[in-house]
């Protein structure tokens, strides 16, 4: 009887002891899963807004399962160094310009032509529809997938020279452009004389007089505190500026199909977030940049898309025209 009484307490332990694993196998939540974001901007930029916004969308959507270390300021190099970061898999997720990508994928270039789009409204339904997701459905046979469309806004021009008003006034200016063929073409038929560096180099060839000015958003203008060292801005928006959220093509196709709707959802939550930041900057910014000093010229936008309507005819070698005339931009430029 003794030994029938042991057995059924050793059968009912053995029942409790196989229970176990599965239990703790629900209760337990996942590991963190740590990925690192890298950008070439400040934290507290439209890129940095962005990748705090990604973070912690993912972080709430996982439920704590991804956690996302930021890297600004180009601390885990430049961006074609992100780029091979990001195609090798050594780096899980970046925020990068499209001046770096169109080497890659050329198409995302035709974004850069000048005066194509009318205003951000415009340009944000071109990214968001056929023609902006058809070219992110190129990225992954890259080593890359294109989560969302970014943004920095327009470009305009700053000099320390003269105000400029029209195409004529800005012949013989030397202004920094980014290493981006589309830019360059335009400036130099309107007579500039380009100068392809970096933002850093461009800083310093600015104090030495070696080139007069540049061109960016006005969110990289204020960030960088160009009103101590440039006199005159001249809002000539020749340029829409997007941006690129990015991961890992190696990355993202390990991941489970519930978590890369996660990354999604991340990638759409920094883009909501970036245009914000542009918003707030458009609508605020050129006041702020009154006050710093710096003289402010509105300028007639449709001269200097007149006058660089020529150079459209090397816009047409370079992509598919069927697709530029696809954007229902207003103005014929034959």
């Given at each position: 009887?003794?030994?029938?009484?042991?057995?059924?307490?050793?059968?009912?332990?053995?029942?409790?002891?196989?229970?176990?694993?599965?239990?703790?196998?629900?209760i337990?939540?996942?590991?963190?899963?740590?990925?690192?974001?890298?950008?070439?901007?400040?934290s507290?930029?439209?890129?940095?807004?962005?990748?705090?916004?990604f973070?912690?969308?993912?972080?709430?959507?996982?439920k704590?399962k991804?956690?996302?270390?930021?890297?600004?300021?180009?601390?885990?190099?430049?961006e074609?160094?992100?780029?091979?970061?990001?195609?090798a898999?050594t780096?899980?997720?970046?925020?990068?310009?499209?001046?770096?990508?169109?080497?890659?994928?050329?198409?995302?270039?035709?974004?850069d032509?000048?005066?194509?789009?009318?205003?951000?409204?415009?340009?944000?339904?071109?990214?968001?529809?056929?023609?902006?997701?058809?070219?992110?459905?190129?990225?992954?046979?890259?080593?890359l997938?294109?989560?969302?469309?970014?943004?920095?806004?327009f470009?305009?021009l700053?000099?320390?020279?003269?105000?400029?008003?029209?195409?004529?006034?800005?012949?013989?200016?030397?202004?920094?452009?980014?290493?981006?063929?589309?830019?360059?073409?335009?400036?130099?038929y309107?007579?500039?004389?380009?100068?392809?560096?970096?933002?850093t180099?461009?800083?310093?060839?600015?104090?030495?007089?070696?080139i007069?000015?540049?061109?960016?958003?006005?969110?990289v203008?204020?960030?960088?505190?160009?009103?101590?060292t440039?006199?005159?801005?001249s809002?000539?928006?020749?340029?829409?500026?997007?941006?690129?959220i990015?991961?890992?093509?190696?990355?993202?196709?390990?991941?489970?199909?519930?978590d890369?709707?996660?990354?999604?959802?991340a990638?759409?939550?920094?883009?909501?977030?970036?245009?914000?930041?542009?918003?707030?900057?458009?609508?605020?910014?050129?006041?702020k940049?009154?006050?710093?000093?710096?003289?402010?010229?509105?300028?007639?936008?449709?001269?200097?898309?007149?006058?660089?309507a020529?150079?459209?005819?090397?816009?047409y070698?370079k992509?598919?025209?069927?697709?530029?005339?696809?954007?229902?931009?207003?103005?014929?430029?034959?």
């Amino acid at each position: 009887m003794r030994n029938v009484w042991l057995a059924s307490i050793a059968l009912a332990l053995s029942a409790i002891t196989a229970s176990v694993p599965a239990l703790t196998e629900n209760i337990t939540a996942p590991a963190d899963i740590h990925l690192r974001m890298a950008h070439s901007l400040h934290s507290k930029s439209h890129y940095g807004t962005a990748a705090n916004a990604f973070a912690e969308t993912l972080k709430t959507c996982s439920k704590g399962k991804y956690r996302v270390i930021t890297f600004p300021n180009n601390q885990l190099g430049s961006e074609r160094n992100v780029i091979e970061g990001l195609q090798a898999g050594t780096i899980d997720l970046a925020i990068v310009s499209t001046s770096t990508i169109m080497d890659i994928i050329p198409e995302v270039g035709m974004f850069d032509i000048p005066f194509l789009m009318h205003d951000l409204t415009h340009a944000r339904n071109v990214l968001d529809g056929p023609v902006g997701r058809n070219i992110l459905a190129k990225f992954p046979s890259k080593g890359l997938v294109a989560l969302a469309w970014g943004e920095q806004g327009f470009r305009h021009l700053t000099n320390n020279v003269k105000p400029v008003l029209t195409p004529e006034d800005a012949k013989g200016l030397r202004i920094r452009t980014p290493k981006n063929s589309i830019h360059i073409d335009g400036f130099r038929y309107i007579g500039i004389d380009p100068v392809p560096m970096t933002l850093t180099e461009a800083f310093d060839a600015i104090k030495k007089g070696e080139i007069d000015g540049q061109e960016n958003s006005l969110a990289v203008i204020l960030l960088t505190q160009l009103s101590q060292t440039q006199k005159y801005l001249s809002l000539s928006g020749h340029v829409y500026a997007p941006a690129l959220i990015l991961a890992s093509e190696k990355l993202y196709k390990k991941l489970p199909k519930i978590d890369r709707t996660f990354f999604d959802k991340a990638g759409k939550a920094a883009s909501t977030k970036m245009r914000e930041f542009v918003d707030n900057v458009e609508k605020n910014g050129v006041e702020k940049l009154r006050e710093c000093g710096i003289q402010v010229a509105e300028v007639d936008r449709a001269d200097f898309a007149t006058a660089m309507a020529p150079v459209y005819s090397e816009y047409y070698k370079k992509f598919d025209r069927k697709i530029i005339d696809a954007i229902p931009f207003q103005r014929n430029f034959e």
